[in-house]
Each structure stands twice: as structure tokens, then as C-alpha cells.
């Protein structure tokens, strides 16, 4: 038994993109057959498969039936986080979502999934992505100050979010996590945040986000171990749609 997880499947089988710059990046073509392919080759039915958010580029429910049936018939158990692109997923419909995917998607907010002793908790989370203002070099000299302090607002908002995913975990007697989160636990002007402190005083072995797409992001925020914590990026792209194998 194992447990997968990738992100920013980006899917689009009934919105038309011809606008989007994802289509002009070579990684882009045919992702959604490679995605199928190496889920077949790589995820057995006892499997997990958490999927990192950015599901679908629908701008409602009914835009995203076709990629949530393409996301359903993928091998394994399948858990989403929800991204900031997920129109179809507000967080007060996570309860509706569940019933109405029973038994083929499991959709995690303010709630916990059980993968042997572990529990997988997360949230959409939040970070900083400006605007900066940049010098000549390309430095950062500054940054819009409104929307910084509207940033925190939604820092705070996911934090008390993912604080319940954990707490639920806890009072059901679990005690090793694995964190998910869609996006990047620190923004690019931090190396720690609210997050990464949760997950320390936590114990998390993991944490795991999406949300950074293209080269220039990949090393937005933290990549490999810091404080006895694994933190991996797991954006599709990134990954080449090869999803990465989380734990055994
Ligand atoms: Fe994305
Ligand atoms: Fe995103």
C-alpha cells in the first residue's frame, strides 16, 4: 500500500483555453494522457492518490463534471485539496461535495483522512505573491502594502482551517501527519510562516504543496528537509505528471 500525491492537473475536458498561456509550454500538451498513463502504471487500488489542488479550469460545478469523472476514474482512493482555481469547490460545500462523490472522491476541509497510522491533514493555505516592486537588477525593493495586509487575512483564515483538520485528527487519537497544502507554505519573501510553524508544533513528518508552476517558481518556497520536516512541491509540471510517491 502507498501513498501518492500531485497537483495542477489544470483540467479543461469542457472549457476553452485558446486564451491560456498554459497552453503555449510544451510540458502542457497531452498532460492529461500522460497523468492517465503513469497512474496506471504506477497506482494499485489499494492505493492513495491525494490530489494537490488546481483541479479543473470550470468556472462552476458543471463546468468540472468531465474533469472530476476523468480525477474519479484514476486508480486508487482519491483525496482533493482544494486550489485557487477550484470555482466548483467552495469550502461550505465540502459536506455536499462528499455525499455527492461518495465512495469515488473524497474531498479533505476541516476534516482528516486516515492512511495507516497517519492522518492526512490540510487546506488551500495562502501566501504572499505580490506585487513587488523590483530595482533595475531585479531585486525586490518593496511591495504593495494593501494587498500584503489582505494576504494576512487569508493566512489567518486557512490557518484556523488547517488548525481543525488537525485538531479533528487528534481527538480521533492520531499522531503522525502528513500536511497538505495547495499553496507554497512560505512566500518568496519568507524562509518560515504560520504554516511551517504548525507544522513544527504539530510534529507533521511531511508537508507537501502545489500551486508553483513553470521553472522561474519552482524554488519559490522550501524544497527538501528543514527542522525534521520533508517539504515537497508536487505541482504536475514539476513533476512531469510522474506523481510522487509520499510514503510506502
Ligand atoms: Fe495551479
Ligand atoms: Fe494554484
Redesign the pocket.
Known amino acids: 500500500m502507498s501513498l501518492y500525491a500531485i497537483g495542477?492537473l489544470h483540467l479543461h475536458f469542457q472549457t476553452d483555453l485558446k486564451a491560456k498561456a498554459q497552453l503555449k509550454d510544451r510540458v502542457w500538451k497531452n498532460h492529461e494522457q500522460k497523468v492517465q498513463k503513469y497512474c496506471a502504471e504506477m497506482i494499485q487500488p489499494e492505493d492513495t492518490l491525494v490530489l494537490v489542488?488546481?483541479h479543473s479550469w470550470g468556472r462552476s460545478f458543471e463546468e468540472c463534471v468531465q474533469d472530476l469523472q476523468f480525477i474519479a476514474e484514476l486508480p486508487g482512493h482519491k483525496i482533493l485539496l482544494r486550489?485557487?482555481?477550484d470555482m466548483f469547490w467552495d469550502a461550505k460545500k465540502t459536506q455536499m461535495l462528499n455525499e455527492r462523490y461518495a465512495g469515488k472522491l473524497l474531498f479533505l476541509q476541516d476534516n482528516f483522512y486516515p492512511y495507516e497510522d497517519y492522518a492526512l491533514v490540510g487546506t488551500k493555505g495562502f501566501c504572499f505573491e505580490g506585487p513587488f516592486y523590483l530595482n533595475r537588477r531585479g531585486q525586490i525593493v518593496g511591495w504593495d502594502e494593501e494587498k500584503a495586509e489582505h494576504a494576512k487575512k487569508l493566512v489567518d483564515r486557512e490557518l484556523e482551517r488547517l488548525h481543525i483538520s488537525f485538531e479533528t485528527a487528534r481527538a480521533a487519537g492520531y499522531r503522525r501527519y502528513i500536511m497538505f497544502l495547495?499553496?507554497p507554505p512560505t512566500s518568496i519573501l519568507e524562509d518560515e510562516s504560520p504554516f511551517t510553524a504548525m507544522a513544527e508544533e504539530y510534529g507533521a513528518e511531511q508537508v507537501i504543496y502545489?500551486?508553483s508552476h513553470g521553472e522561474s517558481r519552482f524554488h519559490d518556497s522550501i524544497l527538501g528537509e528543514k527542522n525534521g520536516i520533508r517539504y515537497s512541491l508536487v505541482s504536475g509540471d514539476y513533476l512531469k505528471w510522474k506523481p510522487m510517491k509520499v510514503l510506502e
Open positions: 495542477d489542488g488546481d486550489g485557487n482555481h495547495h499553496y502545489a500551486h
